[in-house]
């Protein structure tokens, strides 16, 4: 059975850096046939596509947020992270990891971890 | 970007009621869509996928159907743990774009 988690701190300072990590049990994220993405939630609100990495490290961000996104991944550890910098409280949300598989759908999600940004 | 939207926005609903759930895209994405279910302080839940797919071990009262640019998603049968906010997400295009949800509650 699948299972991811996501770690990191709950609160980052306004300008600094949001930093997370997403550790994959259950699959290896080496497996060719995955993607693996991250999803975010502002409180009350709907659902925002952020971007996803491929083992190889290819990756594709939205646009939206590209200037400030960074995904990584660590095949030694099973691992992939997220890094967005210069954030304001409206990066305040619910962060999800998420794998992608097929034509990109996406099939299991981690718990979710909130971070709110805030001074 | 394609747009997604979906209608209602929200419900209220019984127990045993059928319960009918529209996603339009802004453009054609063949059937790359999915439908999550999602409850309060949970992650989404994929019930289906491919359009028409129904994801292994969700019950069958959940079915969706469409292809291009309008989706359903359908609970024949409504059951209380069925009450949650569902979302659609294109997967076609870049970005991929979730539609807004629609909440479905307890007339």
């Known amino acids: 059975q699948l299972q991811l988690q996501e770690s990191g701190p709950g609160l980052v300072k306004p300008s600094g850096t949001l930093s997370l990590t997403c550790s994959v049990s259950g699959d290896s994220i080496s497996s060719t046939t995955s993607f693996w993405g991250w999803i975010r939630q502002a409180p009350g609100k709907g659902l925002e596509w952020i971007g996803y990495i491929y083992y190889s490290g290819s990756t594709y961000y939205n646009p939206s947020l590209k200037s400030r996104v960074t995904i990584s991944v660590d095949t030694s550890n099973n691992q992939f992270s997220l890094k967005l910098s210069s954030v304001t409280a409206a990066d305040t949300a619910v962060y999800f990891c998420?794998?992608?598989?097929?034509?990109?759908?996406?099939?299991?999600w981690g718990q979710g971890t909130l971070v709110t940004v805030s001074s | 970007d394609i747009q997604m939207t979906q209608s209602p926005s929200s419900l209220s609903a019984s127990v045993g009621d059928r319960v009918t759930i529209t996603c339009r895209a802004s453009q054609g994405i063949r059937n790359d869509l999915g439908w999550y279910q999602q409850k309060p302080g949970k992650a989404p839940k994929r019930l289906i996928y491919a359009a028409s797919n129904l994801q292994s071990g969700v019950p069958s009262r959940f079915s969706g159907s469409g292809s291009g640019t309008q989706f359903t998603l359908t609970i024949s049968s409504l059951q209380p743990e069925d009450f949650a906010t569902y979302y659609c997400?294109?997967?076609?295009?870049?970005?991929?774009?979730f539609g807004p949800g629609t909440k479905v509650d307890i007339k």
């Open positions: 997400l294109q997967h076609n295009s870049y970005p991929f774009t």
């Open positions: 998420a794998r992608h598989v097929g034509t990109y759908s996406i099939d299991y």
